[in-house]
């Protein structure tokens, strides 16, 4: 079955500091894979997509098919990077499989 | 535009009241999903809609649950006879066909069963 895993429900790390966000996946076929963010008080919205490989808010996201990874990461973690973080997997059709999430926050 | 609404935004009710969640997608979207979250489960599927048309229903946990989506721009989520365990908040997001998958949510609904 499709699954998502992240295994942190809490990363706490200080300003300036590099974080990483786990994610892992369980998918037989080719996955799509995207990271969703809710910053408090506010909607879960689309943080960046493994299809556009793209850089936001400094986040970065590699697809690792071999390890089953799509990881999060930022080199120098901010005060508003606090938030809740979600990875997720699109299934078939639009079927989308959301991991727990990791709630992170980021200390002065 | 206004994004995706919700309403109401909170609602506390007895158990085995009936409850209605309604959810207002953005317009020109083609799809519209029901999520519930809790602090057990996280986020979970519960349905989604293609052009009006219920396309996987496999979520829904029980038959207490159904949605509708009468035409583009409403869909609701009644819960009939209402438990406690389903107390949640429960998140309407809609996506374009063509929009690579991006969910907009709304604000969700806060849902306490007595």
């Known amino acids: 079955a499709q699954r998502v895993t992240q295994p942190e429900k809490l990363l706490s790390v200080f300003k300036g500091a590099p974080v990483e966000l786990k994610c892992n996946y369980s998918?037989?076929?080719?996955?799509?894979l995207f990271w969703y963010v809710q910053y408090s008080r506010q909607r879960l919205q689309l943080l960046l997509r493994?299809?556009s490989r793209e850089s936001i808010k400094g986040f970065t996201a590699d697809l690792n098919k071999g390890e089953t990874s799509f990881h999060l990461k930022k080199p120098f973690a901010q005060e508003e990077d606090s938030a809740m973080y979600y990875c997720?997997?699109?299934?078939?059709?639009?079927?989308?499989?959301f991991g727990p999430g990791t709630r992170l926050s980021v200390l002065p | 535009d206004a994004g995706v609404i919700q309403s109401p935004r909170h609602e506390v009710t007895e158990m085995g009241q009936e409850v209605t969640l309604r959810c207002k997608p953005i317009?020109?979207?083609?799809?519209l999903f029901w999520y519930r979250q809790t602090m057990m489960r996280g986020l979970e599927l519960l349905i989604y809609?293609?052009?009006?048309?219920?396309?996987?229903d496999s979520g829904m946990p029980e038959d207490r649950f159904s949605a509708k989506m009468p035409n583009a721009s409403f869909s609701t989520l009644k819960i009939q006879p209402s438990e406690p365990r389903d107390s949640a908040v429960y998140f309407c997001?809609?996506?374009?066909?063509?929009?690579?998958?991006?969910?907009?949510f709304g604000p969700g609904t806060r849902l306490t069963v007595l």
């Open positions: 809609f293609n052009n009006n048309v219920p396309i996987d």
């Open positions: 997720a997997l699109r299934n078939y059709g639009q079927n989308f499989v």
């Open positions: 493994h299809i």
């Open positions: 997001a809609s996506s374009r066909n063509t929009g690579g998958g991006t969910q907009y």
């Open positions: 998918y037989s076929g080719s996955p799509e």
């Open positions: 317009s020109g979207h083609d799809y």
